[in-house]
């Protein structure tokens, strides 16, 4: 029980990442706040507390942290992806990517780290696509290097009471990953060339990203601050031009 | 215990952040294999901790096929290879002799060569049985960022990093997972020999003093230590971390997230 005692706040709890840490953080003993937009989802645990908020509304997220008492850990997990270039997106998709992905992680960040004991852990998710493009991403990749940036910031500013990092996870099976492959021609051999690009030769799962997140908010991370996490099987570190697949 | 029945070999085992290393695995339940030139290491003594010493020379054929055919021959299998083993010149690159140079490279870059070698077909046993095998090598904030006056050593690190990746590409496919930790300031005889040594910008001063001036530049204001390492060589070396290879993990305290501060 490595997170016996601590009071966590997961954004975006109600599926995929943001789920699997929820019960990551449960099984180790924390007592979990999650919220997202629209009502408790099914089959969340009794003992999680489910608020229902838009991380992107300020006054909303304010009053949420102040309803919550702060917390020790807070994972800002909640996001949105729109897939288009630069030239297709609108100022409606803008505001949805950016609002959430960006705005919802700095508005959560200023209304809870002064709540937040020493000792806490901020735990952001970026993304390899913060790093390295997706194509067809545009706004979504821009979104997460901004979390990059700020995850940096925060541990600079705000160490040593307060340690901030980020996961950057690569290809996780969520409906988001599905979506991405929707885009493809051959959806199907889209998965496999993609499969075939990851040393490990499968995708993440998010379990695989709520044991990171379960070791970072943890006390075995004590000396861990300001870094980019990748969780991705392998694939960022090889090249993406791969002779054995043309 | 996460590392219950796993097979350790830990290179430069009786080293600082070696030693942390050694006593976490036996703490998390594995068998473990303590690897270095002596039973003490770089350190005064040893006192006996469980785990079983091998003499490996890192830069020796010989040493690293001896010690995996011992392996081979008690267990047959190897889960988790970390190597720890490595040695600092404080220099420039005017100052280094090619005799520091080339044993630089013989230790940090040439022994990770040789142990991953040799330990390659004794890992690929252990992933048959479902989980994957870890190999862990020690690369280094200083593989990113120089600090002054140890030109050798930051290019032997550069080469782990390089050399991490490409063996999570090579031997992923056969269930085995390879990652650096590039660790930043932590406290260990190394870090006390780099304080020592004229390049590391102490200008002769009070080491005391310099110690504080490195503490007050971590947003953590603190210096590592092995433990803080241990911890995260041991959460890469469970099968938690099934998911993570090819990465090279930076435990500095959030010394490298900022730019270069102003002193005065």
């Known amino acids: ?246 | 215990m996460s590392l219950n029945g796993k097979i350790a070999l830990v290179t430069g085992a009786r080293g600082g952040i070696g030693r942390a290393i050694v006593a976490r695995f036996l703490r998390e339940g594995a068998t473990v294999y303590a690897a270095d030139l002596t039973p003490e290491g770089s350190l005064d003594k040893h006192e006996d901790d469980g785990s079983h010493f091998v003499k490996l020379d890192v830069t020796l054929e010989s040493d690293a096929i001896a010690a995996m055919n011992q392996l081979r021959d008690t267990h047959g299998k190897l889960d988790v290879l970390v190597n720890a083993a490595g040695i600092e010149i404080e220099k420039t690159v005017e100052e280094t002799t090619l005799e520091e140079w080339n044993r630089s490279f013989a230790v940090n870059s040439t022994g990770t060569f040789l142990a991953s070698k040799y330990a390659l077909p004794l890992m690929r046993e252990a992933a048959k049985s479902g989980s994957s095998a870890s190999l862990i090598n020690f690369g280094s904030y200083d593989g990113f960022i120089a600090d002054p006056g140890l030109a050798a050593y930051c290019a032997t690190k550069g080469a782990v990093h390089a050399l991490t990746r490409a063996m999570a590409c090579d031997h992923g496919p056969e269930g085995i997972r390879v990652n650096a930790i590039c660790p930043g300031y932590i406290d260990t005889p190394m870090l006390q020999s780099f304080f020592n040594g004229e390049g590391s910008g102490g200008g002769g001063g009070n080491i005391e003093t310099l110690q504080k001036a490195v503490r007050d530049v971590h947003p953590m204001r603190t210096y590592g230590t092995p433990t803080d390492i241990a911890n995260l060589v041991n959460w890469l070396a469970s099968d938690e971390a099934r998911y993570a290879s090819g990465q090279l993990w930076v435990l500095d305290g959030g010394l490298s997230a900022q730019v270069q501060q102003m002193r005065f």
């Open chain 1, 1 to 246: 029980m490595r997170l016996a005692g601590k009071r966590a706040f997961v954004t975006g709890g109600r599926q995929g990442i943001g789920r699997g840490i929820v019960e990551a953080f449960q099984k180790e003993g924390a007592e979990v706040t999650t919220c997202g937009r629209g009502m408790r989802p099914d089959g969340l645990a009794e003992t999680v507390t489910w608020y229902e908020l838009d991380v992107s509304d300020p006054e909303a997220v304010n009053e949420i942290a102040r309803a919550a008492g702060g917390t020790d850990i807070l994972v800002n997990n909640a996001g949105v992806q729109v897939e288009k270039t630069v030239a297709e997106s609108t100022d409606a998709d803008w505001d949805l990517v950016i609002g959430v992905n960006a705005r919802g992680v700095f508005n959560c960040c200023r209304a809870f780290i002064p709540l937040m004991p020493e000792g806490a852990s901020i735990i952001n998710i970026g993304s390899i696509s913060g790093n390295v493009a997706d194509p067809s991403m545009a706004l979504y990749n821009a979104s997460k290097a901004f979390v990059h940036g700020l995850t940096r910031s925060i541990a600079v500013d705000h160490g040593p009471g307060l340690r901030c990092n980020a996961i950057c996870p690569g290809w996780i099976e969520t409906g988001m990953l599905d979506a991405g492959f929707d885009l493809a021609q051959d959806p199907a051999r889209a998965r496999l060339d993609a499969l075939t690009r990851h040393p490990v030769r499968r995708f993440g799962t998010p379990a695989d990203i709520a044991s990171i997140a379960v070791w970072l908010a943890s006390d075995d991370a004590a000396f861990a601050t300001g870094q980019l996490f990748t969780i991705d099987g392998g694939m960022t570190a090889a090249s993406p031009l791969n002779p054995g697949l043309f």
